[in-house]
């Protein structure tokens, strides 16, 4: 499963969507080879669970690829910025 994405930038102000809109936010993702094996414990993943900002409320978003294992706090796999309209 790994470790939850860490949150970058500068706080922003709550944004409020209309019905219909739709707002985004930047996600860096690491090349987890540039991780040691052992560390990471090198995984393949079919998707992100991503959760709106201050919910529980997720969806799945399909995106296969390979990442980190382990629940090791020092390795940060991605990272996201503050959602904008």
């Given at each position: 499963m790994g470790q939850a994405a860490v949150r970058t930038g500068?706080?922003?102000s709550p944004v409020e969507l209309a019905p219909g809109?739709?707002?985004?936010?930047?996600?860096?993702?690491?090349?987890?080879?540039n991780y040691?094996?052992?560390?990471?414990?090198p995984t393949a993943v079919s998707g992100l669970t991503v959760y709106s900002p201050n919910t529980t409320d997720?969806?799945?978003?399909?995106?296969?690829?390979?990442?980190?294992g382990t629940n090791?706090?020092?390795?940060?796999?991605?990272?996201?910025q503050p959602v904008t309209d």
């Open positions: 500068t706080a922003m809109t739709s707002a985004t936010a930047t996600v860096k993702a690491s090349v987890v080879a040691p094996a052992d560390q990471c414990q997720a969806i799945y978003l399909p995106y296969p690829t390979t990442g980190c090791d706090s020092s390795i940060t796999q991605l990272a996201v």
